[in-house]
T-cell receptor
Framework: AQKITQTQPGMFVQEKEAVTLDCTYDTSDPSYGLFWYKQPSSGEMIFLIY??????QNATEGRYSLNFQKARKSANLVISASQLGDSAMYFC??????????????FGKGTKLTVNP | NAGVTQTPKFRVLKTGQSMTLLCAQDMNHEYMYWYRQDPGMGLRLIHYSVGEGTTAKGEVPDGYNVSRLKKQNFLLGLESAAPSQTSVYFC??????????????FGEGSWLTVV
């Protein structure tokens, strides 16, 4: 069974508008962490934001925020005021068993975001 | 991605040749990982290590071997390269797994083509 599902292969957004990238996850572990990474065309993996399963508030980092809905097992990334430089692949990832320990970070298949001028 | 260095960054191999990818980190991290990235597949874990002298299989270990003789280095070997191993390989490292947040650092990737 797929652990991380990103249902949007591609998304388009106009510059300066907000965009939401979807991510749902599957785990029975009460302790887990959710990550979003950005991969521009140059190929490097850039960490954007993290949400722990026990965190009380939704994570925010500058223009990035994570809409964490635990009961629905979703962790959508919201990018506000899109910029041309936001055009990239975006990956959602999960690390289970944070408290007890887990060695594996599992990735979704990604969403390609294109920001139009 | 300061701190995690992969070499080489690009390589073309003939089927059946062998090669080794080197990952080096200078952050004194315990955990190190090798992933491969293929179009439409995200990143898939090949092997990982939770400390010097230890290695373990990930999701797609077949055709690869690894070694962690020194804490700072994690080597990924292809003994007999196959076209199916054409991919982009990423190394990553992290602190103790109990710590969350952005403690997983990635290298810049190694592009490998097997012809």
């Amino acid at each position: 069974a797929q652990k991380i599902t990103q249902t949007q292969p591609g998304m388009f957004v106009q510059e300066k508008e907000a965009v939401t990238l979807d991510c749902t996850y599957d785990t029975s572990d009460p302790s887990y962490g959710l990550f979003w990474y950005k991969q521009p065309s140059s190929g490097e993996m850039i960490f954007l934001i993290y949400q722990g399963s026990y965190d009380q508030q939704n994570a925010t980092e500058g223009r990035y925020s994570l809409n964490f809905q635990k009961a629905r097992k979703s962790a959508n990334l919201v990018i506000s005021a899109s910029q041309l430089g936001d055009s990239a692949m975006y990956f959602c990832a999960m690390r289970e068993g944070i408290q007890g320990g887990s060695e594996k970070l599992v990735f979704g298949k990604g969403t390609k975001l294109t920001v139009n001028p | 991605n300061a701190g995690v260095t992969q070499t080489p960054k690009f390589r073309v191999l003939k089927t059946g040749q062998s090669m080794t990818l080197l990952c080096a980190q200078d952050m004194n991290h315990e955990y190190m990982y090798w992933y491969r990235q293929d179009p439409g597949m995200g990143l898939r874990l090949i092997h990982y290590s939770v400390g010097e002298g230890t290695t373990a299989k990930g999701e797609v270990p077949d055709g690869y071997n690894v070694s962690r003789l020194k804490k700072q280095n994690f080597l990924l070997g292809l003994e007999s390269a196959a076209p199916s191993q054409t991919s982009v390989y990423f190394c990553a490292s992290s602190r103790d797994r109990r710590f969350s947040g952005n403690t997983i650092y990635f290298g810049e990737g190694s592009w490998l083509t097997v012809v």
